[in-house]
């Protein structure tokens, strides 16, 4: 969906550094998500939140953390990037609609961690 | 939420109807069906969603059967475009985190 933009598309790291993706979204939603997808898997929750001032933990938040700098922005950080955070990541937002299961997703980062 | 089951993969002629079925026996009274779609690495997109009727819009038909144990999404005439992962997902409005749980889903592969 092109009104949720996720930057970089492709990023290659290297174990330890520090790397945040953004996501900016101009569909006026409050509540934004940050999935992963590993090959072959689902898509599993990493962190969401319902408003600038709501972060809550998803199911796999361990070595992530994130920051809501606005409506519109929500970014997720790998304090120190290591091999088997390699995956796509997605973000995503919903508003309350079909209580917030209707979901708008980033094209995704491909991220790989060497 | 409930537990639902799609086959892994189907084939269908561009120009015909692809039919996905989803199995969700044990769906309770207040929980939705929605579907969404993966296509190559892209952000997966939704589809339709409906709670008991049939539903319709201009991507695509859903039917829930009369006891809400299965459901077919409809895509009435595939093109190649529509190759892609189609997810049944089964969920309460509403909930602690609107976390969508993404199965294995059906890769539906449209043959031209």
């Known amino acids: 969906d092109a009104d949720v933009t996720q930057t970089p598309r492709n990023r290659i790291t290297k174990t330890g550094k520090r790397i945040m993706l953004e996501c900016s979204q101009t569909?006026?939603?409050?509540?934004m998500y940050w999935y992963r997808q590993d090959p072959g898997l689902g898509l599993r929750l990493i962190y969401y939140s319902f408003d600038v001032k709501d972060i809550n933990k998803g199911e796999i938040s361990d070595g992530y953390s994130v920051s809501r700098q606005a409506q519109a922005k929500f970014s997720l950080s790998l304090e120190s990037a290591i091999p088997n955070q390699t995956a796509l990541y997605f973000c995503?937002?919903?508003?309350?609609?079909?209580?917030?299961?209707?979901?708008?997703f980033g094209a995704g980062t491909r991220l790989s961690v060497l | 939420d409930a537990k639902t089951t799609q086959p892994p993969s189907m084939d269908c002629a561009e120009g015909r109807a692809a039919n996905l079925p989803c199995n969700h026996s044990?769906?309770?009274?207040?929980?939705?069906v929605y579907w969404y779609r993966q296509i190559h690495s892209q952000g997966p997109q939704y589809i339709i969603h409906g709670l008991k009727n049939n539903e319709t819009n201009e991507m695509a038909s859903l039917i829930i059967t009369e006891d809400r144990k299965s459901s077919t999404l409809i895509l009435p005439h595939a093109t190649l475009r529509d190759t892609a992962v189609y997810y049944c997902i089964v969920r309460t409005y509403g909930g602690a985190t609107n976390k969508l749980i993404f199965g294995t889903g059906t890769l539906l592969a449209v043959q031209p």
């Open positions: 995503a937002t919903s508003d309350n609609r079909a209580g917030g299961n209707i979901q708008y």
């Open positions: 044990t769906i309770s009274g207040n929980e939705y």
């Open positions: 569909k006026g939603h409050d509540r």
